[in-house]
């Protein structure tokens, strides 16, 4: 699951071209284009049909907000961010807030479903007490490269030279699996999503006492497509599917 770090920065090309395009079209009466990364457990591709809870909640809510919306198309995180700038994707899901994007994103203020970030450590050997992140301080501790961490988490990272960043989560399981780090950052629902795919639930333990921060998983709106209006209406049709018992139904399908 990629969430792209502030490090990428849109071409200056794509920005001149939004900047360009003029007035904000009124998206009504058009077919919405949506676009979407293969990210479980939130979001993925199917038997060749988008699914996933993030899917099925963008969904119900534009429904409910009477907005037609083309089958989202599956792009790499990056791809999905530039075909944002460049005005041509009018929704991307879904992403942790990132302000460095405001330059061509809108975000709303509610999360399509919410997670939590935590520490991973092989079954068997969690430190005891864990207290929080400077627990880990001396140990050698896997993160994700392209993963929007909490500014906390990036301060602790940042401090400490035993940290080591892959790709995956795929590889940061397999690296905790294996020995050759000592604890593993993420996000909760991901790695248990991972972990239960792969038949390993028991070989891992979350350090959940304290707990680390929760976060939103949010829906990208292009700037140069739809307006402030449009992302005010969202956030309150989501409001009011979060209330009824669908929203809850689709939330048991995350692991827990």
């Known amino acids: 699951m990629k969430r792209l770090r502030r490090a990428w920065l849109p071409l200056l090309g794509a920005l001149l071209a939004l900047a360009a395009l003029g007035p904000v079209p009124d998206a009504r009466g058009r077919e919405l284009l949506v676009g979407m990364d293969q990210q479980p457990p939130y979001e993925y591709v199917q038997s060749r049909v988008a699914a996933g809870p993030c899917t099925q909640v963008l969904a119900a809510v534009l429904e409910r907000m009477g907005e037609r919306a083309a089958p989202p198309a599956r792009h790499p995180w990056k791809r999905g961010l530039d075909l944002l700038a460049r005005g041509q994707l009018d929704i991307l899901y879904s992403g942790v807030r990132d302000e460095g994007l405001a ?34 301080a001396g140990h050698k501790v896997g993160l994700v490269l392209d993963q929007t961490y ?13 940290v080591e960043r892959v790709v995956s989560y795929e590889i940061l399981l397999s690296m905790l699996r294996r020995g050759r ?10 790695m248990r999503h991972l972990a239960r795919t792969q038949g390993r639930e028991r070989e891992y333990v979350e350090l959940s006492a304290p707990p680390l921060e929760a976060f939103g998983l949010y829906p990208l709106f292009s700037r140069a497509r739809l307006d402030q209006d449009f992302v005010n ?8 599917f979060k209330a009824g018992t669908r929203y809850r139904e689709i939330l048991d399908s995350l692991p827990h």
């Open 103 to 136: 330059e061509f994103v809108r975000y709303g203020t509610e999360p399509l479903v919410e997670s939590r970030w935590v520490a991973l450590a092989r079954a068997g050997e969690a430190p005891e007490p864990f207290t929080g992140l400077d627990t880990l």
């Open 233 to 240: 209406r969202f956030d309150a049709a989501l409001r009011e």
């Open 150 to 162: 909490s500014p906390q988490i990036d301060a602790w990272a940042r401090a400490n030279p035993l």
């Open 181 to 190: 780090v000592d604890y593993v950052l993420g996000d909760a629902l991901a």
